[in-house]
Structures are given as structure tokens and as C-alpha cells.
């Protein structure tokens, strides 16, 4: 196996920190700060660094197989890895239906980053973690793969994730960022120091995270680490669902500060963040950092 030298990507990190001035939280005495994680690389973009670095160190060069959906960054980003860093990539795509359609953009890119896409159907994609439908997928790619989760979200990604908790360490009191798998939740609150916790905004419906936020960090740690919670209230119908309200709240936000609003998730983090401190949850005096992980696609160097 070969080292690979994530270094010679050239992350920028620690990723900026910067203060941001909004009326809605400065009439309540509340201080926002924005860690623009989505500034660390143009391809491998903020919680994908995170999660993939620690990962694709372990891989050591060998063939990387992974798991997503149609529109999945994290499919984009191990691509986007395995064309800089020059191995093989095998992305196992959900819905078989999709095999004989053109590829949507971030499908397209995938295959022009060189990754082999693997169409399977639902049922076959649900079941992903069953060892035999797991076997039979790696028999479909190259020898010695490396199998990454959907997400990325294991116990190297939360381990990972933890540096960015360490970024913050006494920078802030709370901590938000939005959550898909939870991986990055998981390792921010296990980073951050004592004092200050990790805020987490579920994109899905269905109130599973937390449970699976308490398993990835038993993996990780060994058991609980950090102070965490979810408020799930701003999903706004589930994963890439928006309604009207969460547009104009992106599109004000832009206005006001001059940053494109990525919508799958940093749009539905700062609307809680906004509707949180409206409703009095952060005492005045609260110096709250937001996460931001993207930006909309098609953007550079988000």
C-alpha cells in the first residue's frame, strides 16, 4: 500500500472564522460567527475534507468504493479525490432506474473524475451494510477496495470531525452546523472544550439521528463524548425538500451579508439558528458559530 500525501491538496486550515453582523441576533445580544469550512478546498469541500482525509489515508492509495444518491456530494468529492490523488473510485448509486438515463450534473461530474458508477435498486441500496450484499458488491470492483459509508460517516470521519471542535475550542458557546449522517456532529462535539456545545439541524425528517450520533461517537471514543443536542423542527419536509419561507430567508441572508446560501443544508442551519434566537434559546451574551459546509452547487471553491 501506498502513502498518499493528503497535504499536497493544500487545504486551507484551520478554516476561517469570521463575525458577522445581523440585526435579528444583535437586538437579542447575540454574537454570530461563521466558520466557512467550505473555504478548505475547491473539490473536497468542508465536512467531506474532514470525513475523507482520515479515511483516504487509511485506504493508502488502494481502489475507494462508496455510497449515494443522485445528487450526493459526498459521491462528488471522493471522485474529485481520487482523480487528484490518482486512485480508483467505484460510486454505488441508488435507484437502477437511473442506468439508463443521462447523468445529471453531479453523476456527470463523477464520471469525469474517473469514478465507475455501480446502479443498484432500492431494496439492494437499503441494505448496503448486509455483509453478503456487501460482498457482492465488492466482487463488482476492483480487488482490495476500501469501502467508505454513505456520508463517509465512520469512526475515522468522526475522529476526523473532531478537528474541527478543536478549531473552536473557546471561540464560541454554541456551535451549529446541520446534519445528514450525524458524522460531523459526532466529532464537533467531541472537540470542542468545556463549556461550549455542539448544535445539531437534522435535513432529514424522522428523528433516527440520535441514536446513530450515539453510535458513531461509542465507535469512535468509546463512548459519549461532548455536549450535543438536535432540534429537528427545521427540515422543511425532508432531505433537498424547500418551501417558500427557507428561499426567501436564503435569499435575505445573501443580501445581507454577500454569502451564496447552499439550500440542502446551511440555508435550513441558519434559519434555526435565526428562529432559535428569537425565541430567546441563546441567553444575551451567546457567541454562536455556524458551520457553514457548501455552497450551491455549481459555485467555485465553496
Partial sequence: ??????????????????????????????????????????????????????????????????????????????????????????GVVRGDELAGRPLNP????????GMRLLFVDRATYRAKDDPAVLEDLLRRAPEGSFVVPEGGSNALAVRGCAGLGRELNGRADVVAVACGTG????????????????????VLKG?????GIRALQERAFGGPAGD?????????????????????FADDFEQRHGLAIERVYVAKMLYGLVALTEEGAFPPGTTVAAVVTGQPRGLPSR
Fill in 1 to 90: 500500500m501506498t502513502a498518499l500525501d493528503l497535504s499536497s491538496l493544500g487545504p486551507l486550515l484551520p478554516s476561517p472564522l469570521r463575525a458577522v453582523e445581523d440585526e435579528r441576533l444583535d437586538r437579542r445580544g447575540v454574537r454570530l460567527l461563521l466558520k466557512r469550512d467550505d473555504l478548505i478546498h475547491p473539490d473536497l469541500i468542508g465536512n467531506k475534507w474532514r470525513k475523507l482525509a482520515p479515511n483516504l489515508a487509511a485506504a493508502a492509495g488502494r481502489p475507494v468504493l462508496t455510497f449515494g444518491g443522485a445528487y450526493s456530494n459526498h459521491l462528488r468529492a471522493t471522485a474529485a479525490a481520487g482523480r487528484l490523488l490518482g486512485f480508483p473510485t467505484i
Fill in 207 to 211: 428523528g433516527f439521528l440520535g441514536p
Fill in 228 to 248: 450535543w443536542s438536535l432540534d429537528e423542527r427545521f427540515h422543511f419536509g425532508g432531505y433537498a425538500r424547500t418551501a417558500p419561507a427557507l428561499e426567501a
Fill in 183 to 202: 458524522g460531523t456532529l459526532a466529532g464537533l462535539a467531541a472537540g470542542l472544550g468545556p463549556g461550549q456545545r455542539a448544535l445539531g439541524i437534522p
Fill in 106 to 113: 453531479s453523476l456527470a461530474r463523477c464520471a469525469a473524475d
